[in-house]
């Protein structure tokens, strides 16, 4: 989601400002693991800690979002031309009357180069890099979980299976992790075109309807799952501890993170 608040994201993760994607993924997931609501369970802030460092690594994470957020100080999908002001950089181009509302130049098969529309350079411009106005939701695969146990010295010799309690997000059995119920209906905001037209003083561009997040369409958020697609489940695993395992030792099982949005892994 947008936002448009003024925060320090470098400072959340505890990065320099000239940090590589590398270290900020690194920090992101060091602070994860600290902060995440399973391993904190009934702790408000440290939920609240998580959603923030989500919200910064998304950005960051992100080149074309992050070059925004190094420019104005913070980072917003629907950011008008011009910067937050939304007005030009110089004031003799207050004049000028723009609207690409009806021009598509390069759009066909036979444009020079065989690229992108002038439509859709704006686009990329304006809406944090999206080639189309239309955004479906995404399938993005479910994280891992980790947890730690300890054994005693004769399980780590011969080894053991350990029953393990964990709480992951599965998929709602309600929706089928799609978040919605029922067919979708017209956006009444854009007319289902995706669109809406904005202005920044005489010139004017197509963005992204907040209202149906550019897909033209309206859905009823699923009610068991808060339009989620995920709801919280605790489980009692089997965890095969083979023998001989030194101590710092990673066992992986297989299926049991959390399951993906809208059907991912």
Known sequence: MPTTAKKDYYELLGVAR??????????????????????????????????????????????????????????????PPGGPGGAGAHGEEQDVNFDFGG?????????????????????????????????????????DLEYQIEIDFWDAVRGAVKKLSITRLDACETCQGTGAVGAPQTCTVCGGTGTVQQAAGKMRFNVPCTRCGGTGKL?????????????????????????????????????????????AP
């Open 103 to 143: 021009f598509d130049f390069g759009g066909g098969s036979g444009a020079a180069g065989g690229g992108a529309s002038f439509r859709d350079l704006f686009s990329q411009f304006f809406s944090g890099g999206r080639g189309s106005a239309r955004s479906e939701p995404e399938h993005e695969p479910g994280g």
């Open 219 to 263: 859905r009823t958020a699923c009610q068991t799952c808060a339009g989620e697609g995920r709801v919280r489940r605790a489980e009692t695993i089997d965890v095969r501890i083979p023998a001989g395992v030194a101590n710092g030792g990673r066992v992986r099982v297989p299926g049991k993170g959390n399951s993906g949005t809208m059907g």
């Open 18 to 79: 000239k940090a590589n994607a590398t270290d900020i993924r690194a920090a992101f997931r060091k602070l994860a693991r600290k902060y995440h609501p399973d391993l904190n369970p009934g702790d408000k802030s440290a939920e609240e800690k998580f959603k923030q460092l989500q919200e910064a690594y998304d950005v960051l994470s992100d080149s074309k979002k992050r070059q925004m957020y190094d420019q104005y100080g913070f980072y917003s999908d629907n950011l």
